[in-house]
C-alpha cells in the first residue's frame, strides 16, 4: 500500500530554517504530484506548496501565498522523496506538517489521495 514518512521536524529559533523529508513508497513516485500542507491546532489543514511530476518540459510548482518565497518545494525521484525547506521560520509557523501525493499538482492541492502522518514544527522567539 502507499505510504508517506514525513521527517525532519523539531524545534528551532525564530529566524532559522529547516528541511523537512517525505518518503514515499507502494506508488510510482516520478508519476505523482506531491504537496505539503500544514496543520495549527484548532486551525484548518493549510496548502503550503507542490510539485508536480516530472514532464519532458521539468516540473511545476505551485505555492501558497503565504509561504511564497519563504518555503520551497523540491522532489528526488531516484530517492522517491519530496522536501520542503523552511526559511526565516517565525512562531506562526508552529504546526504539525504533512505531505500529501495525487496524480496531478492541481489535485494535490485540494484533494490528495494519500496523507502522511505529520512531523511536528515548533518555533520559538
Known amino acids: 500500500q502507499v505510504q508517506l514518512v514525513e521527517s525532519g521536524g523539531g524545534s528551532v529559533q525564530a529566524g532559522g530554517s529547516l528541511r523537512l523529508s517525505c518518503e514515499a513508497s507502494?506508488?510510482?513516485?516520478?508519476?505523482?504530484?506531491m504537496g505539503w500542507f500544514r496543520q495549527i491546532s484548532g486551525k484548518e489543514r493549510e496548502f503550503l506548496g507542490g510539485?508536480?511530476?516530472?514532464?519532458?518540459?521539468?516540473?511545476?510548482?505551485d505555492y501558497a501565498a503565504s509561504v511564497k518565497g519563504r518555503f520551497t518545494v523540491s522532489r528526488d525521484d531516484s530517492k522517491s522523496m519530496a522536501y520542503l525547506e523552511m526559511n526565516s521560520l517565525t512562531p506562526d509557523d508552529t504546526a504539525t506538517y504533512f505531505c500529501?501525493?495525487?496524480?496531478?499538482?492541481?489535485?494535490?492541492?485540494?484533494?490528495?489521495?494519500?496523507w502522511g502522518q505529520g512531523t511536528q514544527v515548533a518555533v520559538s522567539s
Open positions: 500529501a501525493a495525487a496524480r496531478t499538482i492541481v489535485v494535490v492541492r485540494s484533494a490528495p489521495a494519500y
Open positions: 507502494g506508488l510510482t513516485f516520478e508519476n505523482y504530484a
Open positions: 510539485i508536480s511530476g516530472k514532464h519532458w518540459w521539468g516540473t511545476t510548482t
